[in-house]
């Protein structure tokens, strides 16, 4: 898969999804721990998992294990992203052609929501059900 060209209104959302889904993090581990966690956006060397997607910190070693990796990969929508030391810096986007656009993206993005969220789900208007 290669990286393709979006727009800049693209690259700018997802950017913001980003963002949203760190924030969701955050928020989710500390009212479950009550500890602070730093989701990997903020390049704090922390990787997240759900059934959704994986989210990984900025890899600063030289392990050949860790140097493919992507720092955000969602399968079920084919998404990868990769940036360099924060999420706002570089951002590579990779996903088929065919699937480059906003309505892919939202999909995407309200299922990770709904993967972090656990509890309840979120309509595609971004409702609670």
């Avoid at 309505?103 to 993967?115: G, K, Q, R, W």
Wanted: glycine content about 6%.
């Amino acid at each position: 898969m290669k990286c393709i060209a979006l727009n800049t209104k693209m690259e700018e959302v997802m950017e913001a999804f980003l963002a949203q889904l760190g924030y969701e993090i955050e928020t989710k581990e500390w009212n479950e721990q009550q500890e602070k966690f730093q989701a990997p956006i903020h390049n704090a060397g922390t990787c997240y998992k759900t059934d959704m997607f994986v989210m990984r910190s900025y890899y600063w070693g030289d392990h050949e294990d860790y140097l493919d990796q992507y720092n955000f990969e969602c399968p079920q929508y084919d998404v990868k992203c990769n940036w360099y030391k924060y999420y706002t810096r570089g951002l590579q986007i990779f996903l088929p052609e065919e699937k480059n656009s906003y309505e892919h993206l939202c999909n995407m993005f309200i299922d990770c929501l709904n993967s972090i969220k656990g509890g309840y789900e979120i309509d595609r208007r971004g409702r609670r059900i």
